[in-house]
């Protein structure tokens, strides 16, 4: 298996060529500052990382979150009980239907600042299935022609809010706000073709509640955002994150499509979600 011998103080394995990495070797919580700045290193340069067998309890899990940033707020989860920022996803081996986050999205897309960091710790991992995959908003921008990025560059998406609750609501385990008109009207824009604050690299900014262009209507919209989304998703971008107990797994949210996949029925499994700040997607110069 390839290690990325640009990192020396940890292993760093790729999961594919698009984007992700395993990380071994690094306990989060004691790790020295410049160890931790390799860490960051690593997350922007592969967007996914699963950085394996750390040891954490909702209250290590929460000093981990606060070494990366701020909590970006949650408006539509119910948190634990003595954590605002950690949200408690479980799926019991009886419950049927769609898991939490199941189709590709981007989590809070509809907020002016999405998290810029969102992170998932495995307490209770299926044997087999449950995994989580991801794919590549600045693979899936390097794949379109310049004559599409002109065009993309000259608009604004508007992802808005509507549907949010519904599809949250449905999860029997899972507690919502009751804020629902605030969620469902929400909308805000963003620039199509952004730049990574860090790496400054292009990405192209799709997410499944983009409903329309500015200045556009709906159904003249959806055509190129079906487009977007189908080029966005496409294989050759993606990369799996093959959950094990213990594994603490973070993306950068903004640059990456997720879905939960819903593969494993008659199994427990139960995870810890938190969120960090992140900034107002720039458009790219
Ligand atoms: C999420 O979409 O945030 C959850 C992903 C997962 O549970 O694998």
């Known amino acids: 298996m390839m290690r990325d011998e640009r990192f020396a103080q940890f292993e760093v394995r790729p999961f594919t060529g698009a984007l992700g990495a395993e990380i071994i070797g690094v306990d989060l919580r004691t790790a020295a500052e410049d160890t931790f700045a390799e860490v960051l290193r690593a997350l922007h340069d592969y967007h996914v990382l699963a950085v394996r067998d750390q040891d954490l309890v909702p209250a290590t899990l929460q000093q981990v979150a606060r070494r990366f940033g701020p909590f970006s707020g ?10 605002e920022d950690i949200v ?28 810029g960091v969102t992170m998932l710790y495995g307490e209770e991992i299926p044997p087999v299935g449950g995994d989580t995959c991801f794919a590549s908003l600045e693979k899936a921008y390097q794949s379109l022609s310049p004559r599409l990025v002109a065009i993309l560059e000259g608009l604004t998406g508007i992802h808005s809010g509507r549907g949010v609750f519904a599809i949250n609501a449905m999860q029997k385990r899972l507690g919502v706000t009751a804020d629902v008109e605030a969620i469902e009207n929400a909308a805000v824009e963003h620039p199509v073709i952004c730049t990574h604050p860090v790496t400054g690299r292009r990405y192209v900014f799709v ?71 992140g900034q107002v997607p720039a458009a790219a110069a």
Do not use: Q
Request: hydrophobic residues 40%.
């Open 74 to 83: 949650n408006p539509v989860h119910t948190p634990m009980d003595g954590f």
């Open 207 to 277: 997410s499944s509640v983009l409903t329309h262009f500015k200045g556009m209507t709906e159904e003249e919209s959806r055509p190129l955002i079906d487009f977007l989304m189908a080029r966005a998703t496409r294989p050759e971008f993606h990369c799996r994150l093959r959950w094990a107990p213990r594994t603490l797994g973070m993306w950068n949210n903004p640059f990456v499509l997720h879905t939960a996949i819903n593969d494993y029925p008659g199994y427990r499994r139960v995870m810890y979600r938190t969120t960090i700040a």
């Open 88 to 115: 408690r996803f479980v799926r019991e081996p009886d419950d049927t239907g769609k898991v939490i986050g199941e189709d590709w999205h981007m989590d809070l897309a509809w907020l002016a600042r999405p998290p």
